[in-house]
């Protein structure tokens, strides 16, 4: 059985979801991310929107083979609410992902269990309202060849129904491929073996 090359994110960023609890407010927000850049372009965004709350606290995970995640409490006691948005990144299993709760504070405490429970309903309810999607792991390949063997490697891309991303066709050609990763070795070995093409992965 192949090693699964696919991955689950969300398609677009969530609508707003407020969680209450003892006059708190809770508002929980999802966002698709790429890279830490992506994250803070998204916190400092939310902290603009909602500048007179307490806490902004948050998780993120990125990758898919290799997985960096990254949780902050915010001035909350320690585990109260970036672990608990985590765990429910982990549970639905999703990655490329950035998860926010806002706090606004009531005046009641909540004490480590109401907020643990306040920052995890919150994160749940955002995933909720969240398309999840389904991506491939892909692999891109650089695939250089003299003008002349243009209609060879074309041929080979239509047959195969490969993914184009960017194509430089001069003198020396060079296209660039995506490819699902659970069929980059096949097509490697394709072109690989033709006559006066190179293949080099990106």
Same mark, same amino acid.
């Given at each position: 059985m192949l090693a699964t090359d696919t991955y689950k @994110? !969300?398609? *677009?960023? $969530?609508?707003?979801v407020l969680f209450k609890d003892k006059n708190s407010k809770f508002f929980g927000y999802a966002f698709p991310v790429l890279n830490e850049e992506d994250a803070k372009d998204f916190l400092e965004e939310l902290k603009k929107e #909602? #500048?007179?709350a307490r806490h902004w606290c948050y998780a993120y995970q990125m990758g898919t083979e290799t997985i960096n995640y990254r949780v902050n409490d915010d001035g909350e006691p320690s585990n109260t609410a970036g672990m608990p948005i985590y765990?429910?990144?982990? *549970?639905?299993?999703v990655t490329n992902?950035? !998860?926010?709760?806002?706090?606004y504070f009531g005046g009641v405490k909540?004490?480590? %269990? %109401?907020? !643990?429970?306040? /920052?995890? @309903?919150?994160?749940?309810m955002a995933l909720e309202t969240s398309t999840i999607i389904e991506k491939t792991i892909? !692999?891109? /390949?650089l695939i250089s060849f003299d003008y002349k063997n243009m209609n060879t490697v074309m041929r080979k891309i239509k047959e195969k129904r490969i993914n184009i991303i960017n194509q430089e066709l001069?003198?020396?050609?060079?296209?660039?491929? $995506?490819?699902?990763k659970n069929e980059s070795e096949a097509i490697f070995e394709l072109f690989n073996r033709l006559y006066e093409i190179d293949i080099k992965m990106k």
């Amino acid at each position: 059985m192949l090693a699964t090359d696919t991955y689950k @994110t !969300i398609e *677009s960023i $969530s609508e707003p979801v407020l969680f209450k609890d003892k006059n708190s407010k809770f508002f929980g927000y999802a966002f698709p991310v790429l890279n830490e850049e992506d994250a803070k372009d998204f916190l400092e965004e939310l902290k603009k929107e #909602h #500048h007179s709350a307490r806490h902004w606290c948050y998780a993120y995970q990125m990758g898919t083979e290799t997985i960096n995640y990254r949780v902050n409490d915010d001035g909350e006691p320690s585990n109260t609410a970036g672990m608990p948005i985590y765990g429910q990144i982990q *549970s639905f299993n999703v990655t490329n992902i950035l !998860i926010v709760v806002v706090r606004y504070f009531g005046g009641v405490k909540l004490g480590v %269990g %109401g907020l !643990i429970n306040a /920052y995890r @309903t919150a994160a749940q309810m955002a995933l909720e309202t969240s398309t999840i999607i389904e991506k491939t792991i892909n !692999i891109e /390949y650089l695939i250089s060849f003299d003008y002349k063997n243009m209609n060879t490697v074309m041929r080979k891309i239509k047959e195969k129904r490969i993914n184009i991303i960017n194509q430089e066709l001069e003198m020396d050609c060079k296209i660039t491929i $995506s490819v699902r990763k659970n069929e980059s070795e096949a097509i490697f070995e394709l072109f690989n073996r033709l006559y006066e093409i190179d293949i080099k992965m990106k």
